[in-house]
C-alpha cells in the first residue's frame, strides 16, 4: 500500500554490519539531503512570507538567500538623508520669502546659526558634532520650526488660508510670526483705545511735582479759595433775592386789597404805612413795563394833538408821568404823593370846583368796589361836551356793551374805543349832560373782575 522508500532495503545490510567506518557518502544520498533542505528552506519562506504580507513572496526555486536579501534591498525605497531634507526645506523657505517677504521675528543671526547648525550636523558623528545638532533642532525647534513645518502652504493660498482660518495658538516659548490681519477701521481705533486704557490703568500715581508738562492746566489747577469779600457777595445777593421775593408777596396782598375794598379803606391803608404806596407803586410799574405799549403813553399822545389850553384832571396819577408828558394843565390825584405835584385825597372826592376842567383821565385807576363814584365826580367837574379817557386791563371786562352802557346812564357816550391791544381796552366819552338814574339804581355793568397777579 505505501511504498517503502529506498533507505529501507538497505537497513538489514547495514545491521549485520559492524562499525562503520567513515568512508565517503554516496552522491545520490547527498542530492537526496540538499533537495530536502531545499524544500524546508521552501516551506519556510512561505511562512514568513505568510505571516509577513509586506514582503513579496519568494518561490521555492530560488537559488539562494543572498539573492532574496540582495531584491529585498534593491525593492525598498531609499530614506531620504538628512542633507536632502534640509536642501529641500531652504529651497520652500526661499521661495516662501520670495512671495510673502520675510517674517519679522526672523533675525539674520538665526539664519546663520541655523545654516551652521545643519552643515555641522551633515559632518562626522562626533560628541561635538551631535551636541552642535541638539542644540540647532531646539533652537529650530523653539524660533522657526513652525514656518518650516507650513513650507508646503507657500503662495497665495497659504495668505487666504491664514486670513480665514484662525491661527494655531503658539506654545509659550515660540515667537513665530503671525500673518498680517486685516482690520477695519473700528476694531483699529477699538484696538487702540483698549491699549490706552490699559496703559493708564497700570500706570502708576505720579506727584503733583512730577506730573508731566502737558497736562492740562484744569487738572492740576486748585480752585481758589473763596475770600471773604465773596462770601460777602453772595450773602448779600441771597438777601436781595429774599427781600425781592418778600416785596412781591406784599404787592400781591395789597393789589387785592385795592380791588376787593372801597377806595375810603385804600387811603386810610396808605395813610397808617406810607412805604406800602411806595411798595406798590414799584410792583406795579415792574409788571406795566412788561407790556409792548403803556396805555399813558398812548393817552398822551392823544392830548398832544389837542389844543394845550386844555385843563387835565389825572385821577390815580401815580408818578405824575402823564402831567411830564404833555404842555396841558394838569391836576394830579392820587391815595398817596410820589411827587410835589400830586394831590393826596380819595378820588371820589377831588378838590376841585364843578365844570372847572376839560379832561378827566382814568389810566388803569378804576380800582375798588366804587367805580360809580369815581365816574360821577367826573361828570361833576367835567365842563359840558367835556373828554372823559378811559383805560383799563383787558381781562377786567366780561363784557364791554354792558359796562358801556352803564357808563352812558351816568351821563356820557361812547366816541370811539380801540380793543385791539392785547393788555388794555381804550375808551374816550363825552359829556353829555348829568347822570340819568338815581344814586339807588343798581348799574351791574360797572363791576369789574378784580386784576390779581400770579405769583
Request: proline share 9%; aromatic share 6%; net charge positive.
Given at each position: 500500500?505505501?511504498?517503502?522508500?529506498?533507505?529501507?532495503?538497505?537497513?538489514?545490510?547495514?545491521?549485520?554490519?559492524?562499525?562503520?567506518?567513515?568512508?565517503?557518502?554516496?552522491?545520490?544520498?547527498?542530492?537526496?539531503?540538499?533537495?530536502?533542505?531545499?524544500?524546508?528552506?521552501?516551506?519556510?519562506?512561505?511562512?514568513?512570507a505568510a505571516s509577513l504580507?509586506?514582503?513579496?513572496?519568494?518561490?521555492?526555486?530560488?537559488?539562494?538567500?543572498?539573492?532574496e536579501v540582495v531584491e529585498?534591498?534593491?525593492?525598498?525605497?531609499?530614506?531620504?538623508?538628512?542633507?536632502?531634507?534640509?536642501?529641500?526645506?531652504?529651497?520652500?523657505?526661499?521661495?516662501?520669502?520670495?512671495?510673502?517677504?520675510?517674517?519679522?521675528?526672523?533675525?539674520?543671526?538665526?539664519?546663520?546659526?541655523?545654516?551652521?547648525?545643519?552643515?555641522?550636523?551633515?559632518?562626522?558623528?562626533?560628541?561635538?558634532?551631535?551636541?552642535?545638532?541638539?542644540?540647532?533642532?531646539?533652537?529650530?525647534?523653539?524660533?522657526?520650526?513652525?514656518?518650516?513645518?507650513?513650507?508646503?502652504?507657500?503662495?497665495?493660498?497659504?495668505?487666504?488660508?491664514?486670513?480665514?482660518?484662525?491661527?494655531?495658538?503658539?506654545?509659550?516659548?515660540?515667537?513665530?510670526?503671525?500673518?498680517?490681519?486685516?482690520?477695519?477701521?473700528?476694531?483699529?481705533?477699538?484696538?487702540?483705545?483698549?491699549?490706552?486704557?490699559?496703559?493708564?490703568?497700570?500706570?502708576?500715581?505720579?506727584?503733583?511735582?512730577?506730573?508731566?508738562?502737558?497736562?492740562?492746566?484744569?487738572?492740576?489747577?486748585?480752585?481758589?479759595?473763596?475770600?471773604?469779600?465773596?462770601?460777602?457777595?453772595?450773602?448779600?445777593?441771597?438777601?436781595?433775592?429774599?427781600?425781592?421775593?418778600?416785596?412781591?408777596?406784599?404787592?400781591?396782598?395789597?393789589?387785592?386789597?385795592?380791588?376787593?375794598?372801597?377806595?375810603?379803606?385804600?387811603?386810610?391803608?396808605?395813610?397808617?404805612?406810607?412805604?406800602?404806596?411806595?411798595?406798590?407803586?414799584?410792583?406795579?410799574?415792574?409788571?406795566?413795563?412788561?407790556?409792548?405799549?403803556?396805555?399813558?403813553?398812548?393817552?398822551?399822545?392823544?392830548?398832544?394833538?389837542?389844543?394845550?389850553?386844555?385843563?387835565?384832571?389825572?385821577?390815580?396819577?401815580?408818578?405824575?408821568?402823564?402831567?411830564?408828558?404833555?404842555?396841558?394843565?394838569?391836576?394830579?390825584?392820587?391815595?398817596?404823593?410820589?411827587?410835589?405835584?400830586?394831590?393826596?385825597?380819595?378820588?371820589?372826592?377831588?378838590?376841585?370846583?364843578?365844570?372847572?376842567?376839560?379832561?378827566?383821565?382814568?389810566?388803569?385807576?378804576?380800582?375798588?368796589?366804587?367805580?360809580?363814584?369815581?365816574?360821577?365826580?367826573?361828570?361833576?367837574?367835567?365842563?359840558?361836551?367835556?373828554?372823559?379817557?378811559?383805560?383799563?386791563?383787558?381781562?377786567?371786562?366780561?363784557?364791554?356793551?354792558?359796562?358801556?352802557?352803564?357808563?352812558?346812564?351816568?351821563?356820557?357816550?361812547?366816541?370811539?374805543?380801540?380793543?385791539?391791544?392785547?393788555?388794555?381796552?381804550?375808551?374816550?366819552?363825552?359829556?353829555?349832560?348829568?347822570?340819568?338814574?338815581?344814586?339807588?339804581?343798581?348799574?351791574?355793568?360797572?363791576?369789574?373782575?378784580?386784576?390779581?397777579?400770579?405769583?
Amino acid at each position: 500500500m505505501f511504498e517503502e522508500p529506498e533507505w529501507a532495503d538497505e537497513a538489514p545490510a547495514a545491521a549485520d554490519l559492524g562499525p562503520v567506518s567513515s568512508r565517503p557518502r554516496p552522491a545520490a544520498a547527498s542530492k537526496i539531503k540538499d533537495s530536502k533542505r531545499r524544500q524546508l528552506l521552501a516551506t519556510l519562506r512561505v511562512l514568513e512570507a505568510a505571516s509577513l504580507p509586506q514582503q513579496p513572496l519568494s518561490l521555492p526555486g530560488s537559488d539562494s538567500e543572498e539573492e532574496e536579501v540582495v531584491e529585498r534591498k534593491k525593492k525598498r525605497p531609499k530614506k531620504p538623508s538628512f542633507a536632502s531634507v534640509s536642501t529641500e526645506v531652504e529651497e520652500k523657505r526661499k521661495k516662501k520669502h520670495q512671495k510673502q517677504g520675510p517674517p519679522g521675528s526672523d533675525s539674520e543671526e538665526k539664519e546663520v546659526e541655523r545654516k551652521k547648525c545643519c552643515r555641522g550636523a551633515l559632518g562626522g558623528d562626533s560628541a561635538e558634532k551631535q551636541k552642535r545638532k541638539r542644540k540647532c533642532q531646539t533652537q529650530s525647534s523653539s524660533n522657526p520650526a513652525q514656518h518650516l513645518d507650513n513650507g508646503d502652504q507657500t503662495g497665495p493660498n497659504a495668505w487666504k488660508s491664514s486670513g480665514t482660518n484662525d491661527p494655531p495658538k503658539p506654545s509659550p516659548g515660540t515667537t513665530s510670526p503671525k500673518p498680517p490681519q486685516t482690520l477695519s477701521r473700528k476694531q483699529w481705533r477699538n484696538r487702540q483705545k483698549n491699549k490706552r486704557r490699559h496703559k493708564n490703568k497700570f500706570r502708576p500715581p505720579q506727584p503733583p511735582d512730577q506730573a508731566p508738562a502737558t497736562a492740562p492746566t484744569e487738572e492740576t489747577e486748585v480752585p481758589p479759595t473763596p475770600s471773604p469779600d465773596s462770601h460777602e457777595a453772595r450773602a448779600g445777593a441771597l438777601r436781595a433775592r429774599m427781600a425781592q421775593r418778600l416785596d412781591g408777596a406784599r404787592f400781591r396782598y395789597l393789589n387785592e386789597q385795592l380791588y376787593s375794598g372801597p377806595s375810603s379803606a385804600a387811603q386810610r391803608l396808605f395813610q397808617e404805612d406810607p412805604e406800602a404806596f411806595v411798595l406798590y407803586h414799584r410792583g406795579f410799574q415792574s409788571q406795566i413795563k412788561k407790556w409792548p405799549l403803556q396805555p399813558v403813553d398812548r393817552i398822551a399822545k392823544d392830548l398832544r394833538q389837542r389844543p394845550a389850553s386844555l385843563v387835565v384832571a389825572d385821577f390815580g396819577c401815580g408818578d405824575c408821568r402823564l402831567a411830564s408828558s404833555i404842555r396841558n394843565t394838569v391836576h394830579c390825584f392820587d391815595l398817596a404823593s410820589l411827587d410835589p405835584r400830586v394831590t393826596v385825597c380819595d378820588m371820589a372826592q377831588v378838590p376841585l370846583e364843578d365844570e372847572s376842567v376839560d379832561v378827566a383821565v382814568f389810566c388803569l385807576s378804576l380800582m375798588g368796589t366804587n367805580i360809580r363814584d369815581f365816574l360821577e365826580e367826573a361828570n361833576r367837574v367835567l365842563k359840558p361836551g367835556g373828554l372823559l379817557k378811559v383805560a383799563e386791563v383787558s381781562s377786567r371786562f366780561e363784557d364791554v356793551r354792558t359796562f358801556l352802557g352803564a357808563v352812558t346812564k351816568l351821563g356820557f357816550k361812547v366816541i370811539s374805543k380801540d380793543l385791539t391791544n392785547s393788555h388794555f381796552f381804550l375808551f374816550d366819552f363825552q359829556k353829555t349832560g348829568p347822570p340819568r338814574v338815581g344814586p339807588r339804581a343798581q348799574l351791574s355793568g360797572l363791576k369789574l373782575q378784580p386784576c390779581l397777579y400770579k405769583r
